[in-house]
C-alpha cells in the first residue's frame, strides 16, 4: 500500500478537477461537520491519513492546528512542500495509522481518516486496532470522523473498469481509469494514468496496485463502537463520501 502512494504521490492531485478548489471546498464541509457534531471549539485536528494534504491544508488555512501524518514517505513529502507553497504550518510525518497513539502519545479535538484510507486494512483485527488507536488519540468530548467508500452499493466481480476523469496538465492529456478485481470481501485496484504527450507524439502509461476491503459502513460503525466511541452515525450528502462519526464521552 506504501509502494502505492509513493508511486501516485506526484500524480494524486489529477483525481480531482480543480485541486485547490477540493481543498476549500473539503474544508468548508469537514468545519461544518465538526460544528454540527462537537460544536465551535474544534481547533485541534490529527489527520491519520492525510495522502498528499487535501484535508489537512485546507483546515489549517482556516486556522485549525493540523498534525498529520500517513504511512507513505511520498505522499507526506509532497504533502510538506504544498503546505509550505500555500504559507500553512502543518505538523508532518510517517506513520502507520495502526500506531497512532503510540506515535503521538496525545489526544485531538477530532482524529479524521478521509478519502476510504481505513479501508486499506484488510481484516477486522486491523480495523479495530487502527480505531483504538484512533479512540485513544481523542479528547474526552471530542470526536472521530471516517470517510468511505459506499461498498454495499458497488457490483462485485472481475475486470470492473471504473472511469475516472480525463484531465489536461502542461500541455499533457491525463487519461484514469481503475480496474478493480475481487476475491471474496478484498479487491485488487490497478490505477491507471495514460499520458498523452501531445508535443512529442508520446505515450506513457503508470499503473499502480493496491488492495481495499470493500467493508460495508453498518460494519465499520459496529467496529466503531467496539473500539469505545458513542453516537456512531452515517451521515450522506454533506461530503463525496458517505461520512462516518462517533465521539468519545466527556
Not at 489529477?14 to 464541509?29: C, H, K, T, V, Y
Not at 485513544?136 to 470526536?143: E, L
Not at 491525463?174 to 470481501?185: K, N, P, S
Given at each position: 500500500m506504501t509502494d502505492f502512494y509513493d508511486s501516485m504521490a506526484s500524480l494524486y492531485h489529477?483525481?480531482?478537477?480543480?485541486?485547490?478548489?477540493?481543498?476549500?471546498?473539503?474544508?468548508?464541509?469537514l468545519t461544518g461537520i465538526f460544528e454540527d457534531r462537537w460544536g465551535t471549539g474544534c481547533?485541534?485536528?490529527?489527520?491519520?491519513?492525510?495522502?498528499?494534504?487535501?484535508q489537512a491544508i485546507g483546515l489549517a488555512k482556516r486556522g485549525v492546528a493540523v498534525t498529520a501524518s500517513d504511512a507513505s514517505d511520498g505522499a507526506i513529502a509532497?504533502?510538506?512542500?504544498?503546505?509550505?507553497?500555500r504559507g500553512v504550518k502543518i505538523d508532518f510525518s510517517v506513520c502507520d495509522m495502526r500506531e497512532a497513539s503510540t506515535h503521538y502519545g496525545r489526544q485531538f479535538d477530532v482524529v479524521i481518516s478521509c478519502d476510504n484510507s481505513i479501508t486499506h486494512l484488510l481484516n477486522d483485527d486491523d480495523l479495530?486496532?487502527?480505531?483504538?488507536?484512533?479512540?485513544?488519540?481523542?479528547?474526552?468530548?471530542?470526536?472521530?470522523?471516517?470517510?468511505?467508500?459506499?461498498?454495499?452499493?458497488?457490483?462485485?466481480?472481475?475486470g470492473l473498469i471504473k472511469p475516472y476523469c480525463v484531465r489536461e496538465e502542461a500541455g499533457k492529456r491525463?487519461?484514469?481509469?481503475?480496474?478493480?478485481?475481487?476475491?471474496?470481501?478484498i479487491y485488487d485496484m490497478a490505477m491507471y494514468f495514460v499520458v498523452d504527450d501531445r508535443a512529442s507524439e508520446t505515450l506513457v502509461t503508470h499503473v499502480m496496485r493496491t488492495k481495499y476491503n470493500a467493508v460495508g459502513t453498518d460494519h465499520l460503525l459496529t467496529l466503531m463502537g467496539k473500539a469505545g466511541f458513542t453516537k456512531t452515525e452515517r451521515l450522506d450528502g454533506c461530503f463525496y463520501q458517505p461520512v462516518l462519526v462517533g465521539s468519545r464521552e466527556a
Open positions: 489529477l483525481i480531482f478537477p480543480n485541486w485547490d478548489e477540493s481543498i476549500e471546498r473539503q474544508a468548508g464541509q481547533r485541534s485536528i490529527l489527520d491519520v491519513s492525510c495522502g498528499i494534504g487535501t509532497r504533502a510538506k512542500t504544498e503546505a509550505q507553497r479495530l486496532l487502527a480505531l483504538r488507536q484512533i479512540y485513544d488519540c481523542t479528547r474526552p468530548g471530542g470526536g472521530c470522523l471516517l470517510t468511505i467508500r459506499d461498498y454495499d452499493r458497488e457490483a462485485r466481480g472481475t491525463y487519461v484514469i481509469f481503475q480496474v478493480w478485481d475481487f476475491a471474496g470481501q
